[in-house]
Structures are given as structure tokens and as C-alpha cells.
């Protein structure tokens, strides 16, 4: 087996062309925007309220999604930018009574921080502040997911705002979501594991990368990076050259959960398409328990499985190569060029000059 | 209680008459007090006298029966004074604040008892006891070697000097020092009958004040007995001879157990020189004798219903501060079969981590150590052998296939990794265990190997890295540090760890040694105990990755140490060494 | 070329090396893989990597014969200048990381083992020089190549298992 992980090593964690996102340098600019946006919301938003002549709420935030589980990656240039996510809660029923709409709660917020940016966006299950820079208009943003409170619902749980502008009302939802307690599911296992824990953060985000490099950005086409998150849930476990030093073996582990995500695809029916196919699944250990990948298309599910064997044979021949060189120009084919491939003169341990004698053989 | 406080409680406990029948009370002169009063014991009026100590209720009051009739004559009522033993006071839990119970729970346990005793389960009673109260018949003590059967035979008796008597079946049954080998002994043989006698015999034994058995009671106590033997069988066992003096056991099996037996000792005299059990003469004197329980299958550790460690020959290589604990713990398991190697002998720098202190100083640790476990264990059988393993090896005086078990404790590395080799080539080669112990107390290793299983010593030294340095990846000290320190000039090298350290790791090898005897171990773990890093990292040393890992991910990694490129144990596997092509 | 297309040959190391040759690079010496009954033995040095933090082994280069080689049926000897400068140059410009591994030549058979005068010059070269590592020889027989490892100041020869 070639020895990789060096590689790997850089391609996750090298200060300029790793992967990784820190939570000190880029972020440092998204969270300075995040509190911009959370002093902005309890300055603006008692205004907003009053002119609808509602009573006012005063809003809670989390940090939530990738950058609060820690396992952000760079965007790839020309991509969807850097993003960090924020949970907004109200303690304001999700039904009953004074009861706001998904979509009408979301407008309050919406127009509370109208002005902060040139585009501020209501998407389903978010409301999205642009931020432009150098020039380009959506360099990254911050997406804001609105919740209905537990302390303000009959059944303690949070409710997430789902809906856009144009839904109807049947179209809008109260979701039930609970980010912490999957994150909970998640690091739970590794609890007293800190390699278990580190080397889970690395696949996820050699996954996540793996789906930038292989998927167009657009719709649905790729499989959810919190989807993948839920595989490696499922089908992770740490993997080392020497278990005694806890001596990585990225490249091992990353063959195990393909081999285990290729493995549980299967013929099965597909709840919310109504639909019978070859899917996989990425089913919450929380609520709702729904299947994250539930809107692929049964085409997208096909490319997904396709692009994931490529991966699988992309892995494999790295184990099987002699080569690190050889083996790093197979795996920059499917993490793109951010993986390095070192030069074949590195790869050598140094030797001395040989000398060539005269010899006969018969 | 004080005694103003005592008298107090009892005025009230008395004159309400819950706690005690009415009775005359007195103080005593260490200020306790004593109740005289009668009891109800299964319809008779049992007089008695309750004595409580000054410490009542924190020791059980005293309960003394007063009517000579049934003294000594009921079981758990003893002659000393009459004391009714009313309850095993081991495990119990007596209430200091509620003297009135601890009495109450005294006078009922006492009837109980009492009542017992009257009813018709008397025999009974006694037979439980039969130890206790045989002991209190007295007489001559003898010590017993032989392991009790079930068949009647003849056994030997040895007097020696200092009144040592003891009492065995074949030599091999006695400890070393007791056998004719020992020069020290100079005996007198007499012979000894061991009788068990048929399940369900049952009677009183004799009183303390009464007479002992006569020839009558005792041939009729025996009857049934004897009567199941063949009588051809009798007739050896009770030949006339020279049998002026003589000795008899009687095995009574012990009510509610299959194998256990109380022995019960008799001395006769036989004017005729007859054997008692033998002739219908009547000149016969009997004695109680005691017979005290020194034999192997009543002292040697059980193992809590494990297969039995006693006959397993151990091995143990280097008799430093790990092998002398360990020698020691695995005398304690009742491992009696030892062979200890080491060439050197016990420096005075060593003495207080060294199990032998200051008496092995100066000595060979390997001989030292013999002496002092066959001093200290009975039946202990210690091998000495007082040079470099290497040698003795070469030499042939250790056979290591003769071994159930070998345990490598030399604290050397490289003199290890080259046993691991060794060992391993040998056909019908024996489980190995290394342990060894790291510095300023951060931990200590013990790793079982067996031969033909994949996980050796060289495992350890094995890196998936080829280029990485040699070092002993279990370590939890961080590789390449140096921590001998010369104590004085150069010449003695000294690693900082103390006995404790040593005693812990001695510990943990031979908790792994009873597990690979005991089969209850197929595989070949790598056990690991971690201590605090406090001491390290102050002498300015760091810890390494293995040491941040939880005592129970190490446990649940122990076979994670396994190399699939050892160049020792890795036997065929598609990436090893290539076979011959033709 | 007519060949069918060639795959990297690999062979298993003692210890759990491998040693790789690329199919570029057996390409070159089967191309003199004397099929012909009366084309001559060829041969030449090979020089490559010993694979850092591993224990494989991959082979970059080999140089093939030249002017001052003298080829037979049977025998083939190599000329020692011309080698040294193409391994020289090859050293060089790597880096100082291509280094020597080891020689090859055909044999006239289907699966080759070494001869006699092979075994003298290949102990030969054992005993010249003080390598740590291994040194492997290849003969590229008829049907199948065959490779052999040996660490210096030894004269034992270790037929390694190809890799399927
Ligand atoms: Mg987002
Ligand atoms: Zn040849
Ligand atoms: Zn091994």
C-alpha cells in the first residue's frame, strides 16, 4: 500500500490548500457578519413587529449546521461560497392561536434586516443574507433558519420555518428539527475518542469534497452534504496503520464507508416521491427521521451511485499502488486538484548514487 | 454506653418487661452489667445469666446458661462457663442506637438456639459442628498431609523432635521439607488407619467432661463402617502386628457437602500390640488426638472453581522487582511447580523494590527468591537457576516445552525480542507473557504469545512504517528518550520506578498468567495498566499517543497490537515472503 | 506495437514490500524477449525508488543495451561505461532519487532461471558493494519474467511470488 496519509494530511489541514475550514481565519469574517445580523435582528425586528401591530419577540440564536459540528470545507472557487449557519428561535407557537405562518414569520425577519446587504433572500428552509466581495455578488452568505420554540409548542419541540415566497399555504410547514440533538447522535460514539472523533471530521469533509469536485452545484443533483454526514454516521469507523500510536489511515477509512455506503444501496420504496427504485438512504437518528436524500430523483440517485464506484476505484487502486505518486494522481482525480500529488523524487528514500559494473550473464 | 447510661436504658428496658423477662441486675466490675434471669426455652425453665459488656451495644451481649444439666451437652452451648454461641457474629451488623433491639435479637437467638439443641434435630447439630467440638476434647496435635479419599487405607505417622507429629499417605503427599530427603528429620514411623465412614453416620461426640470412647462405642460407631468393607480388604487393613501404638482417622463427611470431611483423630494403645479395629480384646486405651488440616487439598487455593493451577510448571525468566513480586503472586494462586532463572545477584539499591529486601542483598535474586517462597509456601516445588537464560538454554538445563507457561520479566528489550524468536522455534513451545514496567509510574505492560498465533513480542517493534525508529510502540513514555539515570559515576544505571509500580505490573502479568493456565484466555493479549503522568512530565519527559488513549479503549484494543508484516509471527499471508517458484 | 497492452508487473517482498515495474518500463525489456530462435540475450541495469515510509519498491528505469554490450544466444555481456552514464544521467536528473536496483536480461527459455555465470556475477555484485537495501534481479523469459532479491553481503537468492 502506497502511504498516502502525508497526502491526505495536506489535503485536509495545509493552511493554503487544505480543505478545512478553520474556525479562526475565513470564519472569523462570517462570524463578525453572523453577529452583525444578530444585534441587526434585536435592534430592527421590535419595529417590525409593532408596525403589523404584533406583540414582539425577541429572538434566540444557535449556531448550527457545519460550522457548529466542525466539519466545514473551503467552497471551491466558482461554487456556493463560503456559508455559516445560524438557528433563530421564537418563542412563538407553531399553531393555534397568534400563530404565524412559516412563510409570514420569515418575512418579519426578512424585512428586519432589510438594507443590511444588496441580496437577502427567502429560500425554503432559510432565510439567506449574500454578502458580495471582490466583486463577486455571492462570495458567501449566512443562512438563517427560523424556528418556532420548544418552550412555546404543547409538544416541547422546535419547529422549523419551511416555505418561500409563492407557497401556498399548504406548501409552507412547520418541521419538526432538532440540530442539537443530532449532533448529539452524532458525537456521541466518540465521546471518549479523540482520533475516532478527528478522523470522522477528516472523512466527512473528504466526502464533502468529493461532492463538490463530482457534482454540478445546481438543484438537487448532488446528495446532501448533511447526507453524507448521516452515511458516515452509519458507516465510518476509525481505521489506523498502528492502533497502538493511532497512526491515521485516512485512505482505509475512507474505503470502508464507500464500501459501506455502495452496500446499502438497494431496491427499495421511496416514501416521498411514492416511488419504487435503486436508492440509498440517509435516514436522521432524530426527528423527524426522514430520509435526507427523499427529493433525489431516482436519475440522481443512479449518478450518485455511479460517481461513489468511481470513488471506490479510485480508492482501491491507491491501496493497490506501489506508486504514492502514481497513487495521489488517481485520488486528485476524484478530490480535485487540492490533493496533492508529491513528486516522484519525493516519494523516494534518499540512496546513494549506484554504480554500474561491467557483468556478464548467461 | 456509659454505665450511668447503660443503667438507665436497662431500668426502662427491664421494668417494661418487652426487651427481657424481670430478672436481677447487677454492675460488674468493668463497668458492664449482668442480668440474671430465666427463659422459656421449648416449655423447660432455662436459667441464665446475660452479661453486657461496658461497650454494649457495640459488642453483642454475652449469654451464659446456668443449669449444669445442659451444659456442654447441647450443641453451640460450650463448657467454658456455658456460653450458648447464638449466632456467628462475622457479617453482622449490630445497631448502636437501638440497644434494645440488639438485645431483644440476643435473648430470641439464644432460644432459637437452645431450642435447637433440645429438639430432634440434637444429633444433627452436632454433626455440624463436629469440628468444633471435637477440638474441644484436646489432646496431642498431629499434622495432616493426606489428602482424604474415599477408601480405607493405611497411612504412615512420623514423630520427629520438637514434638512434631504429622501424618501422610505416600512421601510425594508432604511438603519438600517434611520428606526423608531432608537431613534435618530424624523420624519414628508408626502406622496410621484412615477410615471414612459411611455417609449418614451420625452420633454425639464425646462430652469434655464425660470419658472418651471406649473400645465398645467406638468398634460400635464404626460397625456399618467396617461392614462395607470386603473383608478380605478388613483383614489387611487390621493384621496384627506390632501395633502398640497407633493412630486412627476417622473421615466423617460433612452434612450437606459432597467432598468435604471433618478427620477426626485417635490414639490407641494396645496392650496386646493388636490392631483395635481388628481383634474383639478389650485391652485397648483411646486418646483424642487433633489433627490439624495441612493437607494440599484443603490448603491449596481452590481458584473459585477454575481448573486447578497446582500442578502447572511456570517458568519465570529475570527475578528483578517485576519476577520477584510475580513469583510471589503466582505462589499465591497455589502455582507450586516454579523454575526461576536470573544470573545476577540483588543490589542494595534494589532492596526496597525488590519482594526479598534487604535478606536477598548480596544473594543470587534467583536463589534468594527459592528460598525464601519455600519458606514461605508449604508446598512450594522452586527451581533455582542462577545464570543468564541464554546459558541456561544453551546448556540444556531448561526445557521449555517442559513448561506450561513462560513468563519473561527480564527488563531488557533486546534480550526479549531475541527469547520471542528463540522461544517461538521451538516445537511444542509454551505460551509466553512479557511484561515489563516504564518509568516515573505512567504504566506498566504485559503481552501473552503463544506459538503458531499470529501477535509476538516482535509485534511491538514492528512499525507500518519501515522507516520509522525501532521503538516498543505499547510504550506509553513517547519514543526516544533516555531515562536511566547513573546514580553513581557509571557504573550502576538506575530507572526511576518505584515497587509499587513493579507490584502493579507483577499483578497485571500474573492475573494474565492465570488466565492463559486457566484457558479462560485463547487469545494473546497485550494488557496495559496506565498510572498518573504527573511524575514524567516533572522530570521534563512527555507522554506519547498510546498514553492519551482511556484505560478502556486499551482494553478493548488489545489485540489491536498484532503487525501483519512481523517478520516473526506474520506465517503465511498473501503479502509475505515468496515461496519458491519451481 | 502489436503486443497486447501491458500491465504493471508487481512482485511481493519478503517483510511486505513490493516491487513495481511499471508497464512502460516492462514494455521496453520485453520488447527484447527472445521469441525469435535466433535473437540474442539483451540486458541492462534498472534503477528507481525505494518507496519512503514503505517497504515497496518501484522501478523507474532501465537502461537497455548499447554499443560495447556483447549479445549471444546465450550469454550477454554488459559494458560498464555506457550503463554508468545512462544511470549517471538518470540519477541526476531525479533528483539523486533514481537510484540503482538491480540488472536484468532474457533468457532463451519460457521460464527462466538463472544460470550459473548468472549466480557468480550477481553474487558478485553482493559482495562489491554495501547496500542496506535489497538488490533485485530480473530475467525476462519467453513466457513469464521472473525476479529475485538479495541483500548485500549474502548469497541468498529469494524468488519472489508475482502478484496477480
Ligand atoms: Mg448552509
Ligand atoms: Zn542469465
Ligand atoms: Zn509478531
Given at each position: 500500500m502506497a502511504n498516502v496519509q502525508t497526502q491526505f494530511d495536506t489535503f485536509h489541514s495545509d493552511k493554503k490548500t487544505g480543505i478545512r475550514l478553520g474556525r479562526f481565519k475565513k470564519e472569523k469574517q462570517l462570524r463578525d457578519k453572523r453577529n452583525v445580523i444578530r444585534r441587526r435582528l434585536k435592534a430592527n425586528l421590535p419595529g417590525v413587529f409593532a408596525k403589523y401591530g404584533e406583540p414582539n419577540l425577541v429572538p434566540k440564536f444557535k449556531d448550527q449546521g457545519s460550522y457548529k459540528m466542525n466539519t466545514g470545507i473551503k467552497p471551491l472557487a466558482g461554487g456556493s461560497g463560503y456559508d455559516i449557519d445560524q438557528g433563530v428561535y421564537f418563542e412563538t407557537p407553531k399553531d393555534g392561536e397568534g400563530a404565524y405562518s412559516p412563510l409570514t414569520l420569515k418575512k418579519r425577519v426578512e424585512e428586519a434586516l432589510n438594507g443590511l446587504t444588496d441580496t437577502i433572500r427567502i429560500r425554503r428552509p432559510c432565510v439567506t443574507v449574500f454578502y458580495k466581495e471582490n466583486g463577486v455578488e455571492e462570495a458567501y452568505h449566512v443562512d438563517l433558519a427560523i424556528y418556532s420554540a420548544r418552550g412555546s409548542n404543547s409538544d416541547g419541540k422546535d419547529y422549523l420555518a419551511v416555505g418561500r415566497v409563492g407557497d401556498s399555504l399548504s406548501e409552507q410547514e412547520w418541521k419538526v428539527s432538532d440540530p442539537a440533538g443530532l449532533q448529539h447522535e452524532l458525537f456521541r460514539r466518540f465521546e471518549d475518542d479523540t482520533h475516532g472523533r478527528q478522523q470522522f471530521r477528516r472523512i466527512m469533509r473528504?466526502?464533502?469534497?468529493?461532492?463538490?469536485?463530482?457534482?454540478?452545484?445546481?438543484?438537487?443533483?448532488?446528495?446532501?452534504?448533511?447526507?453524507?454526514?448521516?452515511?458516515?454516521?452509519?458507516?465510518?469507523?476509525?481505521?489506523?496503520?498502528?492502533?497502538?500510536?493511532?497512526?491515521?489511515?485516512?485512505?482505509?477509512?475512507?474505503?470502508?464507508?464507500?464500501?459501506?455506503?455502495?452496500?446499502?444501496?438497494?431496491?427499495?420504496?421511496?416514501?416521498?416521491?411514492?416511488?419504487?427504485?435503486?436508492?440509498?438512504?440517509?435516514?436522521?437518528?432524530?426527528?423527524?427521521?426522514?430520509?435526507?436524500?427523499?427529493?433525489?430523483?431516482?436519475?440522481?440517485?443512479?449518478?450518485?451511485?455511479?460517481?461513489?464506484?468511481?470513488?471506490?476505484?479510485?480508492?482501491?487502486?491507491?491501496?493497490?499502488?506501489?506508486?504514492?505518486?502514481?497513487?495521489?494522481?488517481?485520488?486528485?482525480?476524484?478530490?480535485?486538484?487540492?490533493?496533492?500529488?508529491?513528486?516522484?523524487?519525493?516519494?523516494?528514500?534518499?540512496?546513494?548514487?549506484?554504480?554500474?559494473?561491467?557483468?556478464l550473464s548467461g | 454506653?456509659?454505665?450511668?447510661?447503660?443503667?438507665?436504658?436497662?431500668?426502662?428496658?427491664?421494668?417494661?418487661?418487652?426487651?427481657?423477662?424481670?430478672?436481677?441486675?447487677?454492675?460488674?466490675?468493668?463497668?458492664?452489667?449482668?442480668?440474671?434471669?430465666?427463659?422459656?426455652?421449648?416449655?423447660?425453665?432455662?436459667?441464665?445469666?446475660?452479661?453486657?459488656?461496658?461497650?454494649?451495644?457495640?459488642?453483642?451481649?454475652?449469654?451464659?446458661?446456668?443449669?449444669?444439666?445442659?451444659?456442654?451437652?447441647?450443641?453451640?452451648?460450650?463448657?467454658?462457663?456455658?456460653?450458648?454461641?447464638?449466632?456467628?457474629?462475622?457479617?453482622?451488623?449490630?445497631?448502636?442506637?437501638?440497644?434494645?433491639?440488639?438485645?431483644?435479637?440476643?435473648?430470641?437467638?439464644?432460644?432459637?438456639?437452645?431450642?435447637?439443641?433440645?429438639?430432634?434435630?440434637?444429633?444433627?447439630?452436632?454433626?455440624?459442628?463436629?469440628?468444633?467440638?471435637?477440638?474441644?476434647?484436646?489432646?496431642?496435635?498431629?499434622?495432616n498431609f493426606y489428602n482424604p479419599s474415599s477408601e480405607a487405607r493405611t497411612l504412615t505417622s512420623y514423630s520427629a523432635k520438637d514434638n512434631l507429629r504429622w501424618l501422610a499417605g505416600a512421601e510425594q503427599e508432604m511438603p519438600p521439607r517434611h520428606r526423608a530427603g531432608n537431613k534435618l528429620l530424624t523420624t519414628i514411623k508408626e502406622k496410621a488407619t484412615y477410615l471414612p465412614l459411611l455417609p449418614g453416620t451420625a452420633f454425639i461426640p464425646p462430652a469434655p467432661n464425660e470419658p472418651f470412647w471406649t473400645i465398645d462405642q467406638l468398634r460400635e460407631l464404626v460397625k456399618p463402617t467396617l461392614m462395607a468393607i470386603p473383608s478380605k480388604r478388613r483383614r489387611q487393613l487390621f493384621k496384627s502386628g506390632r501395633d502398640w501404638n497407633g493412630l486412627l482417622v476417622l473421615a466423617v463427611p460433612l452434612v450437606g457437602h459432597k467432598s468435604h470431611v471433618t478427620l477426626l483423630g485417635i490414639a490407641y494403645t494396645s496392650l496386646k500390640g493388636v490392631h483395635p479395629l481388628g481383634e474383639r480384646g478389650s485391652a485397648f486405651d483411646l486418646k483424642p488426638v487433633q489433627l490439624l488440616r495441612w493437607e494440599r487439598s484443603y490448603l491449596l487455593p481452590r481458584g473459585g472453581g477454575k481448573m486447578s493451577l497446582t500442578p502447572k510448571k511456570v517458568l519465570v525468566i529475570g527475578c528483578g522487582a517485576i519476577g520477584g513480586h510475580l513469583a510471589h503472586e503466582l505462589s499465591q494462586t497455589g502455582i507450586l511447580y516454579l523454575t526461576l532463572v536470573d544470573g545476577d545477584r540483588l543490589s542494595i539499591e534494589n532492596m526496597h523494590r525488590h519482594a526479598l529486601g534487604m535478606a536477598g542483598v548480596g544473594e543470587y535474586k534467583a536463589i534468594a527468591l527459592r528460598d525464601e517462597l519455600q519458606r514461605k509456601y508449604l508446598y512450594a516445588e522452586v527451581t533455582a537457576i542462577a545464570k543468564p537464560i541464554e546459558q541456561a538454554l544453551d546448556a540444556g538445563e531448561i526445557q521449555p516445552e517442559s513448561f506450561d507457561l513462560v513468563i519473561a520479566a527480564t527488563g531488557e528489550a533486546t534480550l526479549e525480542r531475541y527469547l520471542n524468536e528463540r522461544l517461538r522455534a521451538i516445537a511444542g513451545a509454551p505460551p509466553v507473557i512479557y511484561s515489563w514496567l516504564e518509568p516515573y509510574g505512567i504504566g506498566g505492560h504485559a503481552l501473552l504469545t503463544r506459538p503458531h498465533q499470529a501477535g509476538c513480542l516482535e509485534c511491538l517493534y514492528t512499525s507500518p512504517n519501515p522507516d520509522a525508529p525501532l521503538s516498543n510502540r505499547a510504550l506509553f513514555a513517547a519514543p526516544d528518550q533516555q531515562f536511566s539515570l547513573a546514580l553513581s559515576g557509571c557504573g550502576s544505571l538506575h530507572t526511576p520506578y518505584a515497587s509499587l509500580d513493579a507490584s502493579q505490573t507483577a499483578t497485571l502479568a500474573a492475573r494474565l498468567a492465570v488466565e492463559a493456565l486457566t484457558s479462560s484466555q485463547p487469545e494473546s493479549p497485550l494488557w496495559s495498566w496506565k498510572g498518573s503522568d504527573r511524575e514524567l512530565k516533572a522530570a521534563g519527559f512527555k507522554v506519547g499517543p498510546r498514553y492519551k488513549l482511556t484505560e478502556e479503549t486499551l482494553r478493548r484494543d488489545a489485540m489491536r497490537y498484532i503487525a501483519p508484516n512481523c517478520p516473526v509471527c506474520a506465517f503465511d499471508s498473501n503479502t509475505n515472503a515468496a515461496t519458491n517458484h519451481e | 506495437m502489436n503486443e497486447p497492452e501491458q500491465q504493471d508487473l508487481v512482485f511481493y517482498r519478503s517483510g511486505g514490500g513490493r516491487v513495481k515495474v511499471p508497464a512502460a518500463v516492462l514494455s521496453v525489456m520485453q520488447s527484447y524477449a527472445q521469441h525469435d530462435p535466433v535473437a540474442t540475450e539483451a540486458g541492462g541495469v534498472m534503477m528507481g525508488r525505494y518507496i519512503a515510509s514503505s517497504n515497496d519498491v518501484v522501478i523507474d528505469v532501465v537502461t537497455e543495451p548499447m554499443p560495447g554490450d556483447r549479445r549471444t544466444r546465450y550469454s550477454f555481456y554488459r559494458d560498464k561505461r555506457r550503463h554508468q552514464a545512462a544511470m549517471d544521467a538518470a540519477w541526476e536528473a531525479s533528483g539523486h532519487t533514481c537510484t540503482y536496483l538491480g540488472e536484468w536480461h532474457t533468457h532463451p527459455e519460457e521460464r527462466p532461471t538463472p544460470s550459473e555465470i548468472d549466480i557468480k556475477g550477481w553474487n558478485r555484485r553482493l559482495c562489491q558493494d554495501q547496500f542496506d537495501e535489497e538488490l533485485f534481479f530480473l530475467i525476462i523469459g519467453t513466457h513469464e519474467p521472473r525476479m529475485w532479491a538479495a541483500k548485500s553481503a549474502t548469497t541468498t537468492w529469494e524468488p519472489l511470488k508475482i502478484k496477480k
Open positions: 473528504f466526502m464533502k469534497r468529493w461532492k463538490d469536485v463530482n457534482f454540478s452545484s445546481a438543484g438537487n443533483g448532488a446528495p446532501r452534504g448533511i447526507g453524507l454526514t448521516l452515511n458516515a454516521h452509519y458507516g465510518f469507523t476509525p481505521t489506523y496503520s498502528d492502533w497502538l500510536n493511532r497512526t491515521r489511515d485516512d485512505l482505509g477509512a475512507l474505503r470502508k464507508l464507500v464500501d459501506d455506503m455502495l452496500s446499502r444501496f438497494s431496491h427499495q420504496y421511496r416514501e416521498k416521491r411514492q416511488e419504487w427504485g435503486r436508492c440509498l438512504i440517509a435516514k436522521l437518528p432524530v426527528e423527524p427521521v426522514s430520509d435526507v436524500y427523499e427529493n433525489m430523483t431516482l436519475v440522481q440517485m443512479t449518478s450518485f451511485e455511479t460517481k461513489l464506484k468511481d470513488l471506490k476505484a479510485a480508492l482501491d487502486a491507491a491501496h493497490e499502488e506501489s506508486d504514492p505518486h502514481e497513487a495521489c494522481k488517481g485520488l486528485q482525480k476524484v478530490f480535485g486538484s487540492d490533493f496533492p500529488v508529491p513528486a516522484k523524487s519525493d516519494t523516494a528514500r534518499k540512496a546513494a548514487a549506484g554504480a554500474a559494473s561491467s557483468g | 454506653m456509659t454505665t450511668e447510661a447503660l443503667e438507665a436504658w436497662l431500668s426502662v428496658a427491664t421494668a417494661t418487661g418487652l426487651v427481657l423477662p424481670p430478672g436481677e441486675m447487677q454492675p460488674d466490675n468493668d463497668g458492664g452489667f449482668r442480668i440474671t434471669t430465666t427463659l422459656a426455652v421449648a416449655g423447660l425453665s432455662v436459667g441464665i445469666l446475660i452479661v453486657l459488656a461496658h461497650d454494649f451495644p457495640k459488642d453483642a451481649p454475652l449469654v451464659l446458661v446456668q443449669d449444669s444439666q445442659l451444659l456442654g451437652r447441647l450443641p453451640h452451648v460450650f463448657r467454658n462457663a456455658g456460653v450458648v454461641c447464638y449466632s456467628t457474629s462475622e457479617g453482622l451488623l449490630l445497631n448502636r442506637q437501638q440497644p434494645e433491639t440488639v438485645l431483644t435479637w440476643a435473648v430470641k437467638e439464644t432460644i432459637r438456639t437452645l431450642e435447637e439443641g433440645l429438639g430432634t434435630s440434637q444429633v444433627a447439630e452436632f454433626m455440624r459442628e463436629l469440628e468444633v467440638y471435637w477440638r474441644q476434647l484436646g489432646g496431642p496435635e498431629v499434622v | -
